[in-house]
C-alpha cells in the first residue's frame, strides 16, 4: 500500500515562495514518475510538473516554467516543489501523485496513487 502526505501548504504574499514536500511510503512499484496536480476551486485539477526516471525527465506547465522546480529525494522518497514569484492564480488545493503517465495527463487521469493536498493561498 502506498502512501502520499504532502505538506508546507500556506498562505504567502504575491511574489513570496513555497516549498511543497510528498513524502511516500511504501512501494510506488512500477509509478516511475512523480507529479504534482493543483486543484483551483471551481476549476478542473491541472497538472503542474512531473518528475521521472530519477530526475531524468522533467516537465512543467506553461504557467509555472521559470518559477517552480520540482525535484525528488529517492534517498527520502520525497518529491519537492519549490514555488518563486507566486501570484494570486497560483491558489489552489495542491496534489502529489505517482504513476506512469505522468507526462500524458493534463488532469492526472490514470495516476495510481494520490495524496490529500495541501492548500496554497496567495493574496495580493
Known amino acids: 500500500q502506498v502512501q502520499l502526505v504532502e505538506s508546507g501548504g500556506g498562505s504567502v504574499q504575491t511574489g513570496g515562495s513555497l516549498r511543497l514536500s510528498c513524502a511516500a511510503s511504501g512501494s510506488t512499484g512500477s509509478s516511475a514518475c512523480m507529479g504534482w496536480f493543483r486543484q483551483a476551486q471551481g476549476k478542473e485539477r491541472e497538472r503542474v510538473a512531473c518528475i521521472c526516471g530519477g530526475s531524468l525527465s522533467i516537465l512543467y506547465a506553461d504557467s509555472v516554467k521559470g518559477r517552480f522546480t520540482i525535484s525528488r529525494d529517492n534517498a527520502k522518497s520525497t518529491v519537492y516543489l519549490q514555488m518563486n514569484s507566486l501570484k494570486p492564480e497560483d491558489t489552489a488545493m495542491y496534489y502529489c501523485?505517482?504513476?506512469?503517465?505522468?507526462?500524458?495527463?493534463?488532469?492526472?487521469?490514470?495516476?495510481?496513487?494520490w495524496g490529500k493536498g495541501t492548500l496554497v493561498t496567495i493574496s495580493l
Open positions: 501523485a505517482a504513476g506512469r503517465f505522468c507526462a500524458a495527463t493534463m488532469t492526472g487521469v490514470g495516476m495510481d496513487y
